[in-house]
Nanobody
């Protein structure tokens, strides 16, 4: 069984820095990409950033220049460095891992339980 274990959430003041981490634990292979999503109260879950196994990255316009996603393929981990945070960044942040099952070519999609990030003065 596969679990995505997130850590690093908490409270931070506007303009501050926070680093989220996520580790894929269990029998997981052929991860094609890992990503971060977030969901603010009363809003739908939205994309934040993604990194492919090859190292390509993409960030949502709302976080571009402030957040940086990175990964360690050997450890199946992904991190999100959050700089110059704003109150609008307050949300539950979810880790995601997606890939292909070799034998069946089924696409798998795993989610973490979420970690709360609160930006407040």
């Amino acid at each position: 069984q596969v679990h995505l274990v997130e850590s690093g959430g908490g409270s931070v003041q506007p303009g501050g820095t926070l680093r989220l981490s996520c580790a894929a634990v269990g029998e997981i292979k052929n991860i094609a990409a890992m990503a971060w999503y977030r969901q603010a109260p009363g809003k739908e879950r939205e994309f934040v950033a993604k990194v492919t196994r090859g190292g390509s990255t993409i960030h949502a316009d709302s976080v571009k220049g402030r957040f940086t996603i990175s990964s360690d393929n050997t450890r199946n981990t992904v991190s999100l460095e959050m700089n110059n945070v704003k109150p609008d960044d307050t949300a539950v942040y979810y880790c995601n891992a997606a890939g292909v099952v070799t034998k069946t070519l089924d696409i798998y999609n795993y989610w973490g339980q979420g970690t709360q990030v609160t930006v407040t003065s």
